[in-house]
Structures are given as C-alpha cells and as structure tokens.
C-alpha cells in the first residue's frame, strides 16, 4: 500500500474505534491472515518474559500456529478489543465466547463484515482500493525495509514454504534498487560508520533519562549497522539478541519517562 495511503487508512480507522476498526488494524500491526484475526481467542496474549509479549495466532489456513512478537501496539489494540467486546450487543453465538471477535453468524458473515468496513473505511480516507491481504503486505513491505532476515520474516508470516516468502519480497524491489545503487556509491569508503542522527552538532549526553536515551539510540544504531556488515550468522543473531535488549531497555526508559510526567 502507498504510504500515504497506509497513514491515512490507519487515521481513519483509529478515528472509528470500533471493534472492527481495531481488527483490522490488528491486522495491519501484525500482519496476521484475515481468518486467523477472526479466529484469535480472547487469551492471545502471552507473556514470555520481562517486557517480553506475544501474540498466540492459533492453527490457521496452513495448520500451523505461532507467536507473532507484540509491541506495546499491538497490547493496546488487543485490550481495547476487549473493552469493546464487553459492550457488544448480544445474539452473539455461544461457541463465540472464548473468541476476541465474537459473532452473530458464521465465520464466513464475519470474513465479509471485515472486507466491507475495511473498504468503507478506505473510501472515506480517500484511499485506493485496499482488502485485508493488502495490509498483510503492507506489514511484510514496513518488515522487510526494518531490516528483518528472510528466515525471522517467513516464521513471522507463518509460511511453510520459502516460495510463499519470495513473493512478498518483490514487493520491495525498487528499495533493492535504491539500496544497491547507495552501496555502490558508497564502496570508496566501505568502513565509514554513518553519522549518528542522534545529538546535534556540539551537544552533549546529558547525565539524565532524555541522555540515556540518546545513549541506547546510538549504541542500537551502532549494533544494527556492525550486524549487517558481519557474515556469520552464528555471532550476526548474537549481536541481534543484544539489540532487542536494547530496545527493550528504551522501552523500560519510555515507561519511565511518562510515569515522571
């Protein structure tokens, strides 16, 4: 999806803040199939460590299940689901209670609610025509340019087979291109760290939690371009367990930060 699109579709449906407005941003924040959303139950989180969460996506279209890592995103949507949820009208279906989208008819009915409140939704922010496996794409598209790894990206779509994986890959081509012609524009100095967006020009970090911050952006920055230039993949998944867990430490300053505000 065009960016453009994508942010006004996202405003859009924020603006709505109905159950199905926030399924279908699920979607988008995770990149779960449409019948794996409308199947998630009412427990999909878990916990799997200190600040550490997932998002349980139960058997689905290729029989399989995974966890899909949560952000503090995808918590927020899940929990304002489920406030939702508790307001919904009743004539919900009694085998729906265990689910985090109940319904009123089958899962079909359902499936066809989403795709036509995502294309009303679409209509009003102006967009092009979009349906639920264009934001799936546009979640793998936003992966790919953070710099996921094939491997990490085909566990994420909860793909069997790498062919499936390629396909969204081409969906990235022309940053390829742009990538490919940076690099070699950059080949006389192969060794030259970028410049680090972080401090402005004659400051300092300062002994407080906004110079903390600095501190982690940088040494995150620093980690994730030495990673990419390294060709073991043994020591290359080392070095990207030590950035999550500095992310993980920005996020803990970010709670910080708003609790002293």
């Known amino acids: 999806m065009d960016p453009d699109d994508d942010q ?17 941003l699920l979607i988008r924040a995770t990149g779960i ?14 916990q799997l460590g200190q600040d550490q969460w997932a998002l349980h996506v139960p058997l689905g279209k290729l029989h399989t299940e995974r966890l899909v890592p949560a ?5 927020r949507l899940v929990a304002r689901m489920i406030e939702l949820r508790a307001v919904s009208p009743p004539g919900c279906l009694p085998q729906c209670e265990g689910l985090l989208l109940p319904r009123c008819g089958s899962h079909h009915t359902l499936y066809d609610i989403l795709r036509r409140e995502l294309a009303h939704a679409a209509e009003r922010a102006g967009c092009s025509s979009v349906n639920p496996h264009r ?19 085909m566990q994420l779509l909860g793909h069997k087979d790498i062919r499936m994986t390629l396909r969204y890959v081409q969906v990235t081509q022309q940053d390829l291109h ?11 100095q192969r060794h030259r760290l970028p410049t680090l967006a972080t401090l402005p020009a004659g400051d300092t970090l300062r002994a ?13 920055h620093l980690c994730e371009m030495y990673r990419r230039s390294l060709p073991d993949e ?16 920005a996020d803990q300053l970010d709670h910080i930060t708003i609790a002293e505000k």
């Open 234 to 249: 043994v020591t290359r998944r080392k070095l990207h367990r030590i950035d999550r867990r500095l992310l993980a430490m």
């Open 178 to 188: 742009r990538e490919f012609y940076q690099a070699h524009q950059n080949a006389a």
């Open 71 to 75: 952000d503090i995103q995808v918590r």
């Open 8 to 24: 006004r579709l996202e405003a859009e449906l924020r603006r709505t803040d109905d159950l199905t407005s926030n399924a279908l």
């Open 33 to 46: 199939r449409i019948g794996e959303c409308i199947d998630l139950p009412l427990d999909c989180l878990r």
């Open 208 to 220: 407080d939690l906004h110079g903390v911050r600095q501190a982690l952006a940088a040494a995150h």
């Open 135 to 153: 934001l799936r794409h546009t979640h793998a598209t936003e992966m790919l340019r953070l710099g996921v790894s094939l491997p990490a990206f």
